[in-house]
Nanobody
Framework: QLQLVESGGGLVRPGGSLRLSCVAA????????VAWFRQAPGKKREGISC????????NYADFAKGRFTISRDGAQTVAYLQMNNLQPDDTAIYYC?????????????????WGQGTQVTVSS
């Protein structure tokens, strides 16, 4: 089964940046849409961004536009989420998911593989 492993989370000050990585263990991400989600304490999991299998089509949640950038490497082994100007409200566990693009790509349906998540904490 395709396993996803996230990395790159940590503690950052407001205004700082982080780049998250999502690696497919033992398989590639080829042929799959990849998305990033997050879940803050006491809140529902929300979609951040997604990128199609070619890397040519992306979509972002409104809160991510202009601050976050999703990408994937040409070898189809890693996907990234570059996050800039992070704020305390961005504190959450961040997950990557892989599967099929469904609807706007920012909902959980269509994604059948999920990582365990990486903690992002934004605090001064």
């Amino acid at each position: 089964q395709l396993q996803l492993v996230e990395s790159g989370g940590g503690l950052v000050r407001p205004g700082g940046s982080l780049r998250l990585s999502c690696v497919a263990a033992e398989f590639t991400l080829a042929g799959r849409t990849v998305a990033w989600f997050r879940q803050a304490p006491g809140k529902k999991r929300e979609g951040i961004s997604c990128i199609d299998q070619s890397g040519g089509i992306t979509n972002y949640a409104d809160f991510a536009k202009g601050r976050f950038t999703i990408s994937r490497d040409g070898a189809q082994t890693v996907a990234y989420l570059q996050m800039n100007n992070l704020q305390p409200d961005d504190t959450a566990i961040y997950y990557c998911a892989a599967g099929a693009w469904d609807g706007d790509g920012l909902g959980p349906s269509g994604y059948d593989h999920w990582g365990q998540g990486t903690q992002v904490t934004v605090s001064s």
